[in-house]
């Protein structure tokens, strides 16, 4: 089955810099590359997400980019906000994801 | 649109009890999901269901586990004879016939089994 790696395990960064986490996955098949916010004691949100066709994508401060043949895609966060401090979980697969094991983000003022 | 709805948000029960939890996917997605994700880490996927049709249970799912979604609405999952094991948030997410692979969560159904 698919297997997802994800780091760094935590993160703490300053207001206004950026973030960067990386998740690499096992199964050539996966097509369908999600990243999730969670908030504690909340459900993951949906914040992008990226399939096999496309290399890059960006949503306002969110970017994801990913890599086919190294098999590895990456979150992008510009411009931090304390709003963005969360559990961030990258997933792989196509109907049936896989996650990664959760980035906690903190964001100092 | 209200979201993916989940009942209860938390139980606590006995080890031995049985526990049964709801979810309301969004309205018109044909298929529904279940999760189970433990502290400190990512969810695990437990089933899915395509209208009323279970197409794929995991591993992780033992004989205690069982899930319906009789009118391929509101879906129930079960767990018999429950152990300390089981503790952990028990999630659903749907997707509809469109974009099959873009799935939203519900908050989730907090156990804790004593």
């Known amino acids: 089955g698919e297997n997802v790696e994800q780091h760094p395990s935590t993160l703490s960064v300053q207001e206004g810099d950026s973030a960067v986490i990386k998740c690499t996955y096992s199964d050539s098949a996966s097509n369908y590359f999600p990243w999730y916010k969670q908030e504690l004691g909340k459900g993951p949100q949906l914040i992008i997400d990226i399939r096999s066709n496309v290399g890059e994508k960006k949503d306002q401060r969110i970017a994801v980019t990913l890599n086919k043949t190294a098999k590895h895609f990456s979150l992008h966060i510009t411009e931090t906000q304390p709003e963005d401090s969360a559990v961030y979980f990258c997933a792989a697969g196509d109907y049936k994801l896989s996650f990664g094991a959760g980035t906690t983000v903190t964001v100092r003022a | 649109d209200t979201g993916v709805s989940q009942d209860p948000r938390h139980k606590i029960t006995k080890r031995g009890q049985n526990v049964t939890f709801r979810c309301d996917p969004i309205s018109e997605h044909n298929r529904l999901y279940w999760y189970r994700q433990t502290l400190g880490q990512g969810p695990e996927f437990l089933t899915y269901f395509q209208n009323e049709a279970q197409l794929e249970k995991s591993r992780l799912l033992s004989d205690r586990f069982s899930a319906e979604r009789p009118k391929g609405s509101f879906s129930t999952l079960e767990i018999q004879r429950t152990e300390q094991g089981d503790s952990a948030m028990y999630l659903c997410?749907?997707?509809?016939?469109?974009?099959?692979?873009?799935?939203?969560f519900g908050p989730g159904t907090r156990l804790l089994v004593l």
């Open positions: 997410a749907s997707s509809s016939l469109r974009d099959e692979e873009t799935q939203y």
